[in-house]
């Protein structure tokens, strides 16, 4: 099964080595995937598009540069647009952080709930079994709220986790959701983006499940480039706007 990993990355070079060393190591572990990588480099500063152009010597991976930085939301969805227009329709489409908090080895779990049936599979922080490290405490609270008011206003069938972005799609359902949506799919900016596309997405009634979260933000190298307030204003304003169109509909 061919697998596109897509990997938005702004300034991470320190961290952009050991998490292609997993997904190297994916090769051993779960040879059934034939694993291809995506790094959009952000306009970066330091030597993101150096390690990646360097990686790409021993293993598939393609390096689409932002000539200035442009925001996790176009180059979120610069990434993706290419794995759509290159994959097929049974193949799967998986977008992580390119931080090394989110763990490859993951994929196989997503890959085998793709095939059996599902559309778009989160790696969710609110399913039994996940793991935490190193969040404060305070995101933690708040990530949590913020689930509940999604789940409350907007709700998913079978969505808990509405905001990571270490997610699986299949591709010809991505790919039909573009179709019909085109580049709206992405309207929303900034780190909410990843509200927006799913919010969108659920009006194309596909099938959503969620397996739990490993996320090891301990690992990552560097501080975080999420503006939490603005975020959590966008995404509630987009949450709102989504909710009275869905009201309107």
């Avoid at 290159?86 to 890959?111: F, G, K, R």
């Amino acid at each position: 099964m061919r697998v596109w990993l897509v990997l938005p990355a702004y300034n991470e070079g320190a961290n952009l080595t050991p998490l292609l060393t997993g997904v190297r190591k994916l090769r051993v572990d779960a040879p059934q995937l034939d694993v291809r990588v995506i790094v959009v480099d952000d306009g970066s500063a330091d030597d993101t598009a150096t390690v990646a152009q360097r990686e790409a010597a021993s293993m598939p991976l393609d390096l689409l540069p932002n000539v200035q930085n442009r925001g996790l939301a176009y180059t979120f969805k610069r990434g993706v647009m290419a794995a759509a227009q290159q994959a097929d329709a049974t193949d799967i489409i998986v977008c992580m952080d390119a931080d090394n908090s989110h763990l490859p080895e993951q994929i196989p779990l997503m890959a085998r709930e793709i095939e059996q049936g599902n559309d778009v599979v989160i790696a969710s922080r609110y399913r039994t079994g996940a793991v935490v490290r190193g969040v404060p405490w305070s995101r933690r609270v708040l990530s949590r709220g913020m689930s509940v008011l999604f789940q409350a206003i907007y709700p998913v069938k079978g969505v808990r986790d509405y905001s990571c972005g270490y997610r699986a799609y299949r591709a010809g359902f991505l790919q039909s959701a573009l179709a019909s949506q085109g580049e709206d799919l992405f309207a929303q900016e900034g780190f909410a983006c990843m509200v927006g596309i799913l919010l969108h997405l659920s009006r194309e009634k596909g099938k959503f499940t969620e397996i739990p979260l490993i996320l090891r933000y301990d690992q990552k190298l560097g501080l975080s480039k999420m503006p939490v307030g603005h975020t959590v204003k966008r995404t509630l304003v987009l949450l709102a706007r989504e909710r009275l169109r869905t009201l309107r509909g």
